[in-house]
Nanobody, 125 residues
Framework: QVQLVESGGGSVQGGGSLKLSCKVS????????WAWFRQAPGKEREGVAG???????VYADSVKGRFTISRDDIMDTLDLEMNSLSPQDTAMYYC???????????????????WGQGTQVTVSS
């Protein structure tokens, strides 16, 4: 079992940057995939970025070139560097992990069994 705690959310003006961090604790040894999701009010939760044990990454089209996901295996943290933020990025951001090794990582909510509580990101125009 793992526990995930997000931090780093806040309010920022459009064009600004934020860095989210997720501390992963517990049995982290067999984790295969890590990811960030977000959910805006009235919308479904959507995948933002993911990283696998082999270091490969995947991004939603809406954030490519602006967001960067990274993992620190020593500190057991998962980060999301967000640049050029726009009001459309406003959402609650969640980190998630999976013990199951998928042949192809897709940012699908059902593929991740463990979730953090979320951290709010608000971008003003």
């Amino acid at each position: 079992q793992v526990q995930l705690v997000e931090s780093g959310g806040g309010s920022v003006q459009g064009g600004g940057s934020l860095k989210l961090s997720c501390k992963v604790s517990g049995y982290t040894y067999s984790l295969q995939h890590w990811a960030w999701f977000r959910q805006a009010p009235g919308k479904e939760r959507e995948g933002v970025a993911g990283i696998s044990a082999d270091g490969s990454t995947v991004y939603a089209d809406s954030v490519k070139g602006r967001f960067t996901i990274s993992r620190d295996d020593i500190m057991d943290t998962l980060d999301l560097e967000m640049n050029s933020l726009s009001p459309q990025d406003t959402a609650m951001y969640y980190c998630a992990v999976s013990y199951y090794r998928f042949r192809l990582l897709r940012l699908r909510v059902p593929d991740f069994g463990y979730w953090g509580q979320g951290t709010q990101v608000t971008v003003s125009s």
